[in-house]
């Protein structure tokens, strides 16, 4: 049974930082890429941060120079360095896994809250 276990989210204030994880479990195949996704109240979900098996990254123009995602592919785990944050990037932060031959898995969120 897959399962993609996310920690980190949290309250901030505006400027400060975080750091998001999620591992991902019960994987027999090899995972093509795996990223972060977000959802803000009254809109909808949208990527924030990629990461693929060959290191090639993609960000949302709004997170560019201010997000980093890695990638610890020998633990299956992915992580979203978060600085600068501003209340914008307020949402329910997924993480996403695409597995080769198999399609997607999510995991169950985590609440990412900045104030002003």
């Known amino acids: 049974q897959v399962q993609l276990v996310e920690s980190g989210g949290g309250l901030v204030q505006a400027g400060g930082s975080l750091r998001l994880s999620c591992t991902a479990s019960?994987?027999?195949?090899?995972?093509?890429?795996m990223g972060w996704h977000r959802q803000a109240p009254g809109k909808q979900r949208e990527l924030v941060a990629r990461?693929?098996?060959?290191?090639?990254?993609n960000y949302a123009d709004s997170v560019k120079g201010r997000f980093t995602i890695s990638r610890d592919n020998a633990k299956n785990t992915v992580y979203l360095q978060m600085n600068s944050l501003e209340p914008d990037d307020t949402g329910v932060y997924y993480c996403?896994?695409?597995?080769?031959?198999?399609?997607?898995?999510w995991g169950q969120g985590t609440q990412v809250t900045v104030s002003s």
């Open positions: 990461v693929f098996s060959d290191g090639t990254t």
């Open positions: 996403r896994a695409v597995v080769t031959n198999r399609g997607l898995y």
């Open positions: 019960g994987i027999r195949f090899s995972i093509n890429s």
